[in-house]
């Protein structure tokens, strides 16, 4: 086929438009990925980080096993900070560190580590004690390079040195991120391999997981308090659907006034001063509030129509945002924590489950934008910037996902993913990079990320 030079000359102008079109595309997509990134600490250039395997300094059986675990959880932890050009492994010099005075830095800063940072140190073991000896050095400065140097100690065990590890981790975190690390903290859940569905906690990284309650019964929607003294969550009971309260200090149950009527999905202030929570405690399904025992209840919404799901803004706790089906299908909507000043926040679909991230800035939480009938769509985490409404999608056509949840440090976000008919947790960072599952096997479901 001959074409001729003004259809070449047309030709050459629609695929430059096309091009122009699909360039634009790509930045609105950067654009829109840019201001989360922003607003989550996860914009700035990353830091590259190298971490060393710790010198074993002692001949105990335990030492091998606890170092592994421990340079493991190190490396692993700040792999999943966000802000971190982690340098390879098989990139660093051939030599273990142990002290200060046996690190070569200029051969950490060349080629091919490339380090701005270098973390390295020593692990032994003697008379059933675990010692760390870690330090931070700044590969780059060498009339002054130390940033950290910290000593840890614990009875010997691999539990014990993942938690040193976790602790060190988030000591250089916090240094050079600007804001406290999420290694210590925990995760929340209901798992359903007991039998029964019950509530259930793990390590943020998935490791350490332990069954809480034994209530034989169906619980859900687990809430720790901010200070982690307490998990408030729903329970199935024989007077039906009500608020439970479960002390981690006493490792039993505790008082709880739930109101009458069913009673679920509650929610801490991040004072801990208060709960929120719906309730058809007066008929319809609304939103209430009260005290931390149960006293004090305030209904905050009185409209037709289902309210549930509540959150507080951790920031101010001046606001709640929640679930309405008054106008129809589930919406996200935000008010006062007096109830005045409602918000419509998402615009059609279907849209459940918001968590309000800690810094107060952003809204995360399962939509499905196309719900209906043949409705080619499917139900995705989104997240939100309160003040313009703008959003952007995180997960994309991978399983069924719901129940949000931020970390403290407001740049991960853990979550539930249905897929294949198997329910399990999974991570990510608040751009919606780095997913990948924590739980496997039963089904596992309504994570709650600890506030510290």
């Excluded at 979550?415 to 399990?424: H, I, V």
Aim: aromatic fraction near 10%; charge should be neutral; charged fraction near 15%.
């Amino acid at each position: 086929m001959i074409i001729g030079k003004k259809s070449g000359i047309l030709l050459s102008r629609y695929s430059l438009l096309f091009a122009a079109i699909f360039i634009l595309s790509g930045l609105e997509i950067a654009h829109a990925q840019d201001w989360v990134r922003t607003g989550t600490n996860l914009g700035a250039q990353k830091i590259r980080l190298a971490a060393a395997n710790f010198k074993q300094t002692s001949n105990d059986p335990q030492s091998g096993s606890l170092k592994g675990a421990f340079d493991t959880t190190l490396f692993n932890d700040l792999q999943n900070a966000g802000i971190f050009d982690m340098v390879s492994k098989s990139m660093a010099p051939p030599l273990m560190p142990g002290s200060p005075q046996e690190i070569n830095l200029p051969d950490w800063a060349a080629a091919p580590s490339n380090a701005d940072m270098v973390v390295f140190g020593s692990l032994g073991v003697a008379d059933g004690k675990v010692s760390v000896y870690g330090y931070l050095f700044d590969a780059k400065n060498q009339q002054t390079p130390q940033i950290l140097g910290k000593q840890y100690s614990d009875n010997a065990s691999v539990d014990n040195a993942r938690a040193i590890a976790h602790r060190f981790a988030d000591e250089i975190i916090t240094r050079l991120g600007g804001v406290a690390g999420i290694c210590e903290t925990k995760i929340y859940f209901v798992s359903f391999r007991s039998g029964n569905k019950e509530i259930w906690v793990m390590d943020y990284d998935g490791e350490n997981e332990h069954q809480i309650t034994h209530l034989g019964s169906i619980s859900l929607s687990p809430r720790v308090a901010p200070d982690n003294s307490r998990v408030a969550f729903s329970s199935l009971g024989k007077n039906g659907w009500s608020i439970r309260m479960y002390s981690l200090l006493l490792n039993r149950a505790v008082n709880f006034n739930s109101p009458g009527g069913t009673t679920i999905s509650p929610a801490w202030s991040s004072d801990g001063s208060k709960l929120a929570f719906s309730s058809s405690h007066d008929g319809d399904s609304e939103i209430f509030t009260s005290d931390a025992s149960g006293g004090g209840l305030h209904r905050v919404t009185a409209f037709r129509g289902p309210d549930v799901s509540p959150v507080w803004n951790p920031k101010t706790n001046a606001q709640i945002a929640w679930v309405s089906g008054r106008t129809g299908l589930p919406q996200i909507y935000i008010m006062d924590s007096d109830g005045a000043n409602v918000q419509r926040m998402t615009d059609g679909g279907y849209a459940t489950s918001p968590s309000w991230s800690p810094n107060g800035q952003f809204l995360a939480f399962a939509w499905n934008r196309k719900y209906g009938p043949g409705a080619p769509g499917g139900q995705d985490i989104y997240i939100m910037d309160v003040a313009s409404k703008r959003w952007t999608q995180l997960t994309h056509d991978s399983g069924h996902n719901d129940f949000p949840s931020w970390s403290p440090d407001s740049r991960h976000i853990v979550f539930q993913r249905e897929d294949g008919g198997a329910t399990q947790i999974w991570t990510m960072l608040a751009d919606g990079s780095e997913q990948h599952a924590l739980t496997h096997g039963s089904a596992n479901t309504m994570p709650n990320w600890s506030w510290k």
